[in-house]
């Protein structure tokens, strides 16, 4: 069972976003909340699986509630949610250490999906979010390359892949591997940039223009 927290100020989304929860056979959403200001008493003793976490919310924000779970409750997967396709912004969250960024006029499939993407290693995000980030990041002055990390080829082929969203089972599937391998590959590239998860591993990819 996967155990979801929402922090959204508006009642009438988190509602929905309960409700589309309690839908799915298994996941479950064992809190909600307006904003982040109580993050860490709310979840002290209640640690979810995945966040679902507005970014424009009074008080304590999204950014800010991230830096909280990473530094308090580091396990717990966060997917942002928000209205905004704004760039800055986008990149603050994944710095932060976001591990997924979907708009909030996805459909409701594609937010499941997303839940189930991040659970099983992915770091889900909207197609148009991926194409600003890149696109963002394409104009950035920064230029480092692969070498200095040592990358194989299939190595850089994999964390492009993790950069534009990728499951770790879609990126076996778009590259004729197993899962195995996929994973194998992953823990290789962790090592080799000195990061844990894949929301640093993106962020140091694009920062760093390496993909």
Do not use: W
Not at 139 to 148: E, G, T, V
């Amino acid at each position: 069972m996967i155990k979801i927290v929402i922090f959204d100020d508006h009642t009438d989304r988190r509602e929905a976003l309960k409700l589309m929860i309690r839908f799915q056979k298994d996941m479950e959403c064992i809190g909600d909340y307006k904003d982040c200001s109580n993050l860490v008493n709310n979840l002290r003793n209640n640690h979810p699986d995945v966040v679902l976490m507005d970014i424009e919310m009074p008080g304590v924000d999204g950014i800010e509630g991230v830096k909280l779970l990473r530094t308090y409750i580091p396990d717990t997967l966060i997917i942002i949610q928000t209205v905004f396709e704004d760039d800055e912004k986008i990149f603050k969250c994944l710095q932060a250490g976001a591990h997924g960024y979907i708009l909030k006029k996805a459909p409701n499939e594609k937010l499941i999906e997303a839940i189930i993407d991040v659970v099983n290693g992915g770091a889900p995000m909207t197609p148009s979010v991926a194409r600003r980030v890149l696109n963002y990041f394409g104009r950035k002055s920064l230029k480092i390359h692969d070498d200095l990390y040592n990358l194989s080829q299939r190595e850089a082929d994999i964390l492009t892949h993790l950069v534009k969203g990728y499951s770790h089972k879609m990126i076996a599937a778009d590259l004729h591997i197993s899962i195995f391998t996929v994973n194998n590959h992953i823990k290789n590239i962790y090592q080799k940039l000195q990061v844990h998860n894949v929301s640093e591993a993106v962020v140091t990819a694009i920062q760093n223009k390496i993909v």
